[in-house]
């Protein structure tokens, strides 16, 4: 019995261990903070297949609401591109993290989210990934399904949830935006950490392997998470003192 | 900086595989990933790694902008090498210390990380060849000729179009607020991270109305106006037929090694 607890023990900490020196490891690499999109080849032919198969029906609902918003109003395929781009940007924006001495970047899929609702965010986000893929080796098309399940998917629709339950909860616009921010981008980051442990572990080591990407994650992502809040907030704010009616966003025909 | 953002801009050196018709390329592209991520041995990437530098030497690309665009997933490739030897349980070949604590690499652990390793280079290295030699409007013309849904199509060129006016301004304000000592403090840097964004997204928004007046004048209904290609022609299925049958020629001799 002594033993068998010994034993037990033995294995529970050889398996903190591990989590924590690979932690160490992937946090103390000293490259950019890529790690927002699984990179390609990664991810098994049917992890990448599923991934494809659970992310696409958000697309095509964006796509619906994108078909139907244009036939209403011919100014939203344009405004829909810009507000892609201006996403595609705000994600190549490097932020020093000074805990690993490397940059980060924020997702900008709150900020899109609040703007232009859950499903065209998730078509923006199809559309930026696939770009980054093949033009910047950020990524890449095999991974594609789960990298817009974790961005565009995950990361709007709960930065769109948090965004509007904070408004209904009475919390103020500044705290809602920081709030769907914050959320959406360790929204994303965990989606990523789920989808790469689940491809990448084997014979039930699935969850230490989960707890070694979040933890490697987290002296990036808890920063900027936090800093990705101030830049929703501030960006909301600065929409909202300059152009008020972007707030309608039904006004602009592209809501949810 | 800003016009080597995307790879595509290699194109205007005039390389041999730049003028190859881009359906052709797309189906050959895809059929490399595919065959790169089904292989249970690290020969077949190993071999579509090679041929990735091999076809960015021919293109011209400048061996910075080659080291560039592979230091990422090359540093996420060595990471998975890493954790797959020490978290996978299997025959110990060797044990390392690390801060006092023993870490036991396996056999099973190192194949599988030196074949996903393999993989991602592989991959990565199909997708840069591709698009060093690949003119953006090209794939966007192909994908619609591949049944790709026209709205996002639609969507993609736009994004394409509108991020270098983006990255411009992005740019220009970012430049404005280090002048006015706007990442001075902690502080400042949030707000002004914060007033940038916002600026970028604001801008985007009134760029669309201007753009959406330009292009009313000029006739837009709502679509943009999509020119099929021609047909692929014997020529062009020829040589995609040919490249899958190489491709997968080569794979099965790799895997059978």
Redesign the interface.
Known sequence: MGTAITMTEMKRKRFWMKVALFAALLAAWPTDAAAMHITEGILPASWAGIWFVVAAPFVFLGLRNLRIRSARSIHVKPLIGLTGAAVFVISCMPIPVPVVGATAHPCGVGLAAILMGPTITALIASVALTLQALFLAHGGLSTLGANTMSMGVIGGFTGYAVFHMGKRLGAGTWASAFAAGLIADWATYSGTALFMSLALARDGEWFSMFLAIMAAFAPTQIPLGVLEGFITAGAYRFIMRRRPEVADVDRLGVVA | MLFE????IFTIRQSRLAFIDARVKVIVA?GA??L???ASSPLF?ALMLTVGFIGAYMASVPARHVVL?????A???L??L???T????GEVIGIFK??G?G?AATEEGLR?GAL?SA??????AV??L??FVTP?HH?FRSLRWMGA?K??V??????????F???EK?AEIGSAQRTRLGYSSAGRS??S?????????????E???R??EA??VRG?????PYDPPPPLGAAGIMKTAGSLVALGALFIILEAI
């Not at chain 2, 953002?5 to 595509?8: H, K, N, Q, T, V």
């Not at chain 2, 639609?154 to 991020?163: D, G, K, N, Q, S």
Request: no cysteine.
């Open positions: 953002l995307f790879s595509d895809l990933v595919i790169t991520l089904a990437p665009r592979f230091a990422a997933p540093g996420t490739a990471l998975i890493l954790l797959k020490f978290m996978t349980p690390f801060a604590l870490m599988q996903i993989r991602v280079m592989g991959a990565v997708l840069q591709f698009s953006a794939l849904p709205g996002w639609e969507v993609a060129m736009l994004v394409y179009r509108f991020t006016d983006i990255f992005a949030l707000a991270a914060g007033t940038l964004a916002g600026a970028v997204a604001l801008g985007a928004m760029k669309a109305e753009v959406e292009m009313l837009y209904s709502g679509e943009i």
